[in-house]
Nanobody, 124 residues
């Protein structure tokens, strides 16, 4: 069983930065691939970034590539999402997710564990 708690969301002006954190409980974190997803009002949840169990493989949605960076610290059971050059269209609830596999995935259906989400609002 894995429990996930996100933090670091908030209100920021366009062009600003935020770093989201996701703290995981459970002994399997170091073997879980992790992902970040987001859901804007009236839209479906969408993939943002994913990272393999050891951080060796990382993939990003085209909309955030070059601006966002996913990373993890297995010693701290934490995954991060550094978000730079934020845009109003990045406004959403951001969710951390864990899958019971070492390899990353862009598909939300591949993740069995989800956090409660943290709100990110980017003002223009």
């Amino acid at each position: 069983q894995v429990q996930l708690v996100e933090s670091g969301g908030g209100l920021v002006q366009a062009g600003g930065s935020l770093r989201l954190s996701c703290a995981a409980s459970g002994r399997t974190f170091s073997t879980n691939a992790m992902g970040w997803f987001r859901q804007a009002p009236g839209k479906e949840r969408e993939f943002v970034a994913t990272i393999s169990w050891n951080g060796g493989l990382r993939y990003y949605a085209d909309s955030v590539k070059g601006r966002f960076t996913i990373s993890r610290d297995n010693a701290k059971n934490t995954v991060y999402l550094q978000m730079n050059s934020l845009k109003p269209e990045d406004t959403a609830v951001y969710y951390c997710a864990a899958r019971s596999a070492v390899w990353e995935s862009r598909e939300s259906r591949d993740y069995g564990y989800w956090g409660q989400g943290t709100q990110v609002t980017v003002s223009s």
